[in-house]
């Protein structure tokens, strides 16, 4: 999650568990310690290598494995300074481990991934049902947090705080029965187009839960397909895009694409732009723009030679379609236009192609 969320989970974390005396002085700790975990991006400042930078985030110090050691080293050291901890040693125990550990639970609702098990080798998890910002989750803290600061000692303070973090709860729950539900009809239409076993995921538009993304990787490229929970009925209108599926395989051994296929668990694009290879997350991003795109080799006569990877950044038009995305929550898409001959399926009536 961003930044500014994280600081209100932890404040509101801390806030609830501590003493009513002590709530301002816990607003403030717990949200510096549930931003703690992103103290990993300073060393990764200093790498000159995109890849390293964009997989070693949201590793080891956000890892389950690890936390709960750091969280009781930092309680022990300040009790052991006497004053709020050691006055209260229990409930700040809990402040510590929770306020950190909410940390990577959290954005592991994110699609980016969180290696919850570092130093274990596991894919990183991706429960994605949050878009990095949403302003309605932010909110049910932010609200709680701004109260308790003023109401101090009050009644009100706590039952804010309580409330907040209730309706943050019942939020996340909101937002993986929706990609349930997203995920039910998507297994369903790619069914339709025989893409039924086809690596695929789904994932929130920006800045809300009723407007979700579904990519389906094919043997040439991927489709992808909105769903609306408000709006849409009926199959999904999946969109075909191509990759560069034999750069891809030439390349596969490359170190910098080995570690991109780890993190992003496989859904990437190549696309040969000028000499380069380029591979763009889909994850991140919708056809044509996608946020992390990494140049991993160099075409040299008619082989790909490995170089440094570097990350390309070319004009970004995702920003100019924030008013569609936002009238596309409450407005179905035309009827389907007849599948092309060159669909994959000829019982395509959810099924086009684009140029991609």
């Known amino acids: 999650m961003d930044s500014i969320t994280h600081l209100f989970v932890g404040g509101a974390i801390a806030a609830a568990l501590a003493p009513a005396s002590q709530r301002r002085a816990a607003l403030l700790a717990g949200a510096a310690l549930n931003s703690l975990p992103d103290i990993d991006v300073l060393p990764l400042m200093l790498s000159d290598d995109p890849v390293t930078r964009m997989v070693c985030h949201r590793g080891m110090t956000h890892s389950l494995l690890v936390l709960p050691f750091v969280a009781w080293a930092l309680w022990a050291w300040f009790r052991s300074r006497g004053g709020r901890v050691s006055a209260a040693p229990g409930r700040w125990f809990w402040i510590c481990q929770c306020t950190l550990l909410a940390h990577p639970l959290l954005d592991a609702f994110t699609v980016y991934g969180t290696q919850l098990f570092w130093p274990l080798q596991a894919p990183p998890a991706m429960w994605s049902s949050l878009f990095i910002i949403d302003p309605v989750f932010s909110l049910c803290l932010a609200v ?32 993986q029965a929706a990609k349930w539900q997203v995920e039910r009809e998507a297994e369903r239409s790619l069914a339709r187009i025989g893409l039924q076993d086809a690596p695929r995921f789904s994932v929130p538009m920006p800045f809300n839960i009723l407007l979700w993304r579904v990519v389906a990787m094919t043997p040439d490229g991927f489709v992808e397909a909105e769903r609306s929970l408000v709006a849409d009925r009926g199959p999904m209108q999946f969109h075909r895009y191509g990759s560069d599926v034999d750069a891809l395989e030439a390349v596969r051994d490359y170190a910098s694409v080995q570690r991109l296929r780890w993190f992003n668990h496989g859904f990437m694009k190549a696309q040969r732009r000028g000499e380069l290879l380029v591979l763009s997350d889909l994850r991140m991003g919708s056809e044509p723009d996608y946020s992390f795109r990494f140049a991993v080799a160099r075409r040299d006569g008619v082989r790909w030679q490995e170089m440094a990877p570097q990350q390309l950044r070319w004009p970004w038009e995702a920003s100019r379609r924030l008013d569609a995305m936002w009238r596309r929550i409450w407005r179905a898409p035309p009827e389907s236009s007849p599948p092309t001959s060159q669909s994959t399926s000829t019982d395509a009536p959810a099924y086009r192609q684009r140029q991609g």
């Open 144 to 175: 709680p947090c701004v109260i308790a600061w003023f109401a101090l000692k009050g009644s009100l303070a706590q039952r804010s705080l309580k409330a907040g973090l209730a309706l943050s709860l019942v939020y996340l729950g909101m937002s």
